[in-house]
C-alpha cells in the first residue's frame, strides 16, 4: 500500500468545512499540551533578564568590592542575610536561576535522550534535585541564625553572638 | 552532479557555534549552582564548617576556576540578551551576527577587568 504524504495546509484530514486550510494535526492551537512550552519559552526570557541583573549584583558585592572574595566567610553571609533586601535578592536568585536551569536542562535531555524511558528518568532525577536545591536554600535563608548553639545551647564558635 | 547546499540561516556559522555555547555554558552553571546552594547550606550546620568548605574558594587554583565560571556565566548573559534581541527585536534576525560580535566584544572586555580584579585578589597573598 502506498502511504500518502498530505499537505500540511490541504484540510483534507477530517477538516470542516470553514475551519481553516491547514490540517488538524498542523494547527497550533488546541493542542492538548496547552500552552506549556510557550510558557516556558516566555519564562527563560524574561527571568534571563532579571538574573542578569541578580547574578552580575551578586558576583558585584561578593567578588569585586573591598576585599574580594578574601572577605567571604561566616561573618559575611551573617552580615548580608541581616538585611531582608539581601535575603529576598538570594531567594529571588535561587528561585528564578533553578527554575531557568532546571528548564534549560530538561530541552537538552528531551533532545538527546531518545528512549522514552531514559528522557523519564532523567527528568525524574532532575526535578528531585531542583525540589530539594529550592526547597533547602529557601530554608536555609530563612532559618539562618548568626548565633547557632549546640545541642546544650552553648554559642558554636565563630557565630556572631549578643553580648550576654 | 549534487551540488553543495546553500547556507542555512544558522547551520555551521556563527548562529550555530553561539547556540552550542549557550547549551555548554549554561549545563556548566547549572551544576555550579546545585554545589554552591549545598556549600552555602553550611552555614546552618556551622560557622567553622561553612568556614572552612568556602577557605577552599580562595586558593589560587580555584580562582582560575572561578574565573572559568564568570566566563561562562557572562558570554551566557550576553548571548542570552541577543537571543531576546533576535526573537523580539523586528530587525533581530536580520542583525544575529553583527550582535554575536558585540558579545563577544563585551566578553572580553569584561573577563580582562574581572580577572585582573579576581586574580590580583586571589594571588596577592592575602
Not at chain 1, 138 to 153: A, E, H, M, R
Not at chain 2, 50 to 79: C, D, Q, R, S
Not at chain 2, 112 to 121: A, P
Amino acid at each position: 500500500m502506498t502511504a500518502t504524504i498530505q499537505s500540511p495546509r490541504s484540510g483534507k484530514d477530517g477538516a470542516k468545512p470553514g475551519a481553516g486550510l491547514i490540517a488538524p494535526k498542523y494547527r497550533r492551537s488546541g493542542a492538548s499540551k496547552g500552552n506549556f512550552e510557550m510558557a516556558a519559552w516566555l519564562f527563560m526570557r524574561l527571568s534571563g533578564v532579571v538574573l542578569v541583573v541578580l547574578i552580575f549584583g551578586h558576583l558585584f558585592v561578593n567578588l569585586l568590592v573591598g576585599e574580594g572574595i578574601h572577605a567571604i566567610d561566616f561573618g559575611f553571609v551573617a552580615g548580608k542575610w541581616a538585611d531582608p533586601f539581601w535575603q529576598f535578592w538570594d531567594l529571588a536568585m535561587l528561585w528564578l536561576a533553578m527554575l531557568h536551569g532546571t528548564n534549560g536542562v530538561r530541552t537538552i535531555i528531551n533532545d538527546y535522550a531518545e528512549k522514552d524511558s531514559t528522557r523519564f528518568w532523567l527528568k525524574i532525577v532532575l526535578y528531585a534535585a531542583t525540589t530539594v536545591i529550592i526547597i533547602l536554600g529557601t530554608l536555609v535563608i530563612f532559618t539562618f541564625n548568626p548565633c547557632p548553639v549546640d545541642v546544650n545551647g552553648i554559642p558554636l564558635p565563630g557565630g556572631f553572638c549578643p553580648a550576654a | 552532479m549534487p551540488t553543495k547546499p546553500a547556507g542555512t540561516l544558522y547551520r555551521g556559522r556563527e548562529g550555530m557555534w553561539s547556540w552550542v555555547g549557550h547549551r555548554i555554558t549554561g549545563v556548566v552553571i547549572f551544576f555550579f549552582l546545585l554545589v554552591h546552594v549545598l556549600d552555602t547550606s553550611l552555614v546552618r550546620v556551622s560557622p567553622e564548617a561553612y568556614t572552612a568548605v568556602i577557605g577552599a574558594y580562595k586558593n589560587p587554583l580555584m580562582a582560575l576556576g572561578e574565573t572559568g565560571l564568570v566566563a561562562a556565566i557572562v558570554f551566557h548573559a550576553f548571548n542570552g540578551l541577543r537571543i531576546i534581541a533576535v526573537d523580539f527585536w523586528k530587525k533581530g534576525a536580520k542583525y544575529q551576527r553583527q550582535m554575536l560580535w558585540t558579545v563577544l566584544i563585551l566578553w572580553v572586555i569584561v573577563m580582562v577587568g574581572f580577572s585582573i580584579r579576581h586574580l590580583s585578589l586571589a594571588f596577592g597573598g592575602h
